[in-house]
């Protein structure tokens, strides 16, 4: 029971990287008062463009460049949209993921000529897990030999990158002068404006960082914990990461701490199917697979508390003349 409860919790953290990775991403655009639900297409964009990259060149770390500078890009496309141009935030997410949703399978199916998805990639294509040293040397010991075989060795990079990501923004956002800048953005950019600062430049920079999380989130799933790109690949985890973000009240310990609870679920959720449960039998798939947003939509309908976001999140900003 204690093995199994401990590959439950290395499944929920494999399951939760993305997550991370994405609602980390959106906490630095919202953070800045731009609000960005297209998290999903630019996450399916990185994933596709890692899977593609990593195919054609057999590297992952041009896959992982390659799913950065899309979501960069992507990123970019929002920031003209919505802050050059003061267009509606959430109609141009929206139009992100919309777009990414037919373009990278139709990308696919013209490169590669198998029905919109990546070929299968080998496992030098791949993002490779750090081995441990000591893991033999530790197998005796009680408790701790089992912990850190099956939670610390093996892992997969990413997820030391997304840990390190975390601690990082967690200073950045209250120790650093760009954290205080980028959340005054967020809450009075006029005053912010005043004070000599380019709320524009900011926003951009926030977006910026935004767009190569959520490229990381994608190279991931398709090159990480995956291997290859296949359609609508994602599954909703954009809005996932962006429901966990509301969650968590934009600040990272309690948005992290959210993620790890919706990929609980999902990790639940996977091994309880075709699980005959005592005096039930066996629940259908498709039910159990609904567990993660059924659990995402009773928090966010009331039992999180009050959420209050940057007060500019959403606004464009008009400098004043």
Not at 16 to 27: D, E, I, R
Not at 174 to 191: I, M, Q, T, W
């Amino acid at each position: 029971m204690f093995i199994l409860l401990l590959q439950l919790l290395g499944a929920t953290i494999r399951v939760a990287t993305p997550l991370v990775l994405a609602a980390f991403a959106g906490m630095y655009c919202e953070r800045a008062g731009v609000v960005d639900i297209g998290l999903e297409g630019k996450m399916l964009a990185g994933a596709f463009f890692a899977a593609a990259a990593a195919a054609t060149t057999g590297s992952p770390w041009l896959g992982l460049l390659a799913a950065m500078a899309a979501g960069v890009t992507l990123a970019l496309i929002h920031g003209f949209a919505c802050i050059t141009h003061n267009g509606n935030q959430v109609v141009s997410g929206m139009a992100i993921n919309i777009l990414v949703a037919g373009l990278a399978p139709t990308l696919a199916y013209a490169w590669f000529k198998q029905g919109g998805q990546t070929p299968l990639l080998p496992s030098t294509a791949r993002l490779p897990s750090v081995e441990m040293p000591g893991v033999e040397a530790l197998g005796g010991v009680p408790v701790l030999g089992a912990v850190y075989r099956e939670l610390v060795n093996d892992t997969n990079l990413l997820i030391w990158v997304t840990l390190v990501i975390v601690v990082a923004t967690q200073w950045v956002l209250y120790r650093s002068r760009f954290g205080l800048r980028l959340r005054a953005v967020g809450e009075n950019p006029s005053a912010v404006e005043t004070a000599g600062i380019s709320v524009t430049r900011l926003r951009y920079q926030a977006l910026m960082v935004t767009g190569a999380l959520t490229g990381m989130a994608g190279a991931y799933l398709s090159t990480g914990h995956g291997a290859g790109f296949v359609r609508d690949m994602t599954a909703g985890k954009g809005y996932l990461a962006l429901a966990a973000l509301i969650f968590g009240k934009w600040r990272p310990v309690p948005t992290l701490f959210a993620c790890l609870l919706f990929a609980f679920t999902d990790a639940v959720q996977v091994r309880l199917q075709g699980v005959p449960l005592p005096g039930i039998g066996v629940i259908p798939v498709q039910f159990i697979q609904m567990l993660p947003y059924v659990l995402t939509v009773l928090l966010l309908a009331g039992f999180v508390g009050k959420a209050i976001a940057p007060k500019a999140s959403g606004i464009p900003y008009v400098k004043e003349r």
